[in-house]
């Protein structure tokens, strides 16, 4: 549970950022800047709030990157509970059907698949999915260098959040700028 939990939860991170939508290709141009703004370096901890493993308590470092000529970013990196580490890589870019991405190797694999994804303001949501696990990640940009992320899980007809995460910039600087509405 501990690892399916973390592996959501940065599987989600991995899918985070985005800005507002108007038109197609305003929310585009939007969706860029806002990615542009989680490229870098980010650090920051985390805790399960829910279920087998709650309190426990983790850290995570991420390099964040986005594709040339796409929308959409990817993670790579590692999330660490006392001395045992979990290498931890996600991608998620927008297609003519909306987002798609996998967290690891994906749902065919050890990961989960981001299935699909609806970007609100300085919030993005993305959907998760591995077999019959299904879930959602909620970004949310709070500051020039800092971004919560929820993981969610749904339990019968209830999403239940069950880890949270505070990452902030550790390099030198923002590489992009959040469009504010």
Not at 64 to 81: I, S
Not at 88 to 112: C, E, I, N, P
């Amino acid at each position: 549970m501990l690892k399916t939990a973390l592996k959501i939860a940065l599987a989600t991170i991995a899918a985070a950022p985005l800005a507002g939508l108007a038109t197609k290709a305003d929310a585009s141009e939007r969706e860029k800047v806002f990615f542009q703004s989680v490229e870098g370096s980010w650090s920051g901890p985390g805790e399960i709030v829910a279920g087998k493993y709650k309190g426990t308590k983790f850290v995570c470092n991420f390099d964040g990157d986005t594709p040339q000529g796409g929308v959409g970013m990817a993670l790579d990196g590692n999330c660490r509970v006392g001395v045992f580490t979990q290498p931890m890589k996600a991608s998620v870019v927008r297609g003519k059907g909306g987002f798609k991405g996998t967290f690891l190797d994906g749902a065919a694999g050890k990961g989960l698949d981001v299935t699909s994804g609806k970007v609100i303001g300085n919030d993005v949501i993305f959907a998760l999915n591995r077999s019959s696990l299904s879930g959602a990640m909620r970004a949310r940009i709070t500051g020039r260098d800092t971004m919560q992320i929820t993981i969610s899980v749904k339990v019968e007809e209830e999403m239940v959040p069950v880890i949270g995460m505070k990452l902030k910039r550790v390099d030198t600087g923002a590489v992009g700028a959040i469009a504010r509405d």
